[in-house]
């Protein structure tokens, strides 16, 4: 390729270096035990606050969608109302054992102004493809900013292994198609299988 487009909204320097080995699913860790879990699933304010700066975040996280909304339905619904091609990364966490989504998903969109315009658009969407009473809110992601980060973060994370099947996976975009996701750049180690007992 020419140029680095995906790496034009993180500055060099990235923040997640330092998530370290022992994050390297952070999701699906977090998830898992009920301590960490807010961390990764709840919103706070959109407006983050002195220091924040907000003006620069193009990553939103999507809370409340319905658990059974696969990856495939979610681009769908992205595309139908209206965000083809304004979005570049898309990781909606599911649950490897159950198959189930853990309500959450975290997009990358292409500029800052698509990120407002997402939030005003789905924040208390619940026009879902199934049947549901969920009512979506919508933050920032305070985890990773840009897709560039999550890049780094997932292409030798657990969730990319050859084990784990696509549809768990996140997806990067250009101009609306999809596009490889870097390989890595080490070996990676097979998720660890999980059971959830409650729920």
Not at 50 to 72: A, I, Q, S
Not at 103 to 110: D, E, P, Q, R
Request: include cysteine; glycine fraction near 8%.
């Amino acid at each position: 390729g020419s140029g680095t487009p995906m790496g034009r909204s993180m500055k060099p320097g990235s923040p997640s270096t330092s998530f370290g080995s022992n994050a390297s699913s952070f999701v699906s860790d977090a998830t898992a035990s009920g301590t960490a879990t807010a961390s990764f699933s709840s919103c706070g304010s959109w407006d983050a606050g002195p220091g924040g700066n907000d003006e620069l975040k193009t990553t939103v996280m999507m809370r409340n969608l319905p658990n059974d909304y696969t990856r495939e339905m979610l681009f769908k619904l992205l595309d139908q109302e209206g965000f083809n091609g304004c979005y570049d990364l898309v990781y909606l966490p599911i649950d490897y054992h159950s198959k189930v989504g853990f309500g959450y998903a975290f997009i990358n969109l292409v500029s800052h102004d698509e990120a407002e315009r997402f939030r005003a658009h789905f924040t208390d969407f619940s026009n879902w493809e199934v049947v549901s009473q969920k009512v979506c809110e919508v933050c920032w992601s305070s985890v990773l900013q840009g897709v560039q980060a999550h890049v780094d973060r997932y292409r030798n994370s657990p969730v990319m292994h050859e084990a784990v099947r696509d549809e768990f996976k996140p997806v990067l975009f250009e101009n609306g198609k999809r596009v490889p996701f870097p390989g890595p750049t080490k070996s990676i180690r097979a998720p660890r299988a999980r059971r959830r007992d409650s729920k």
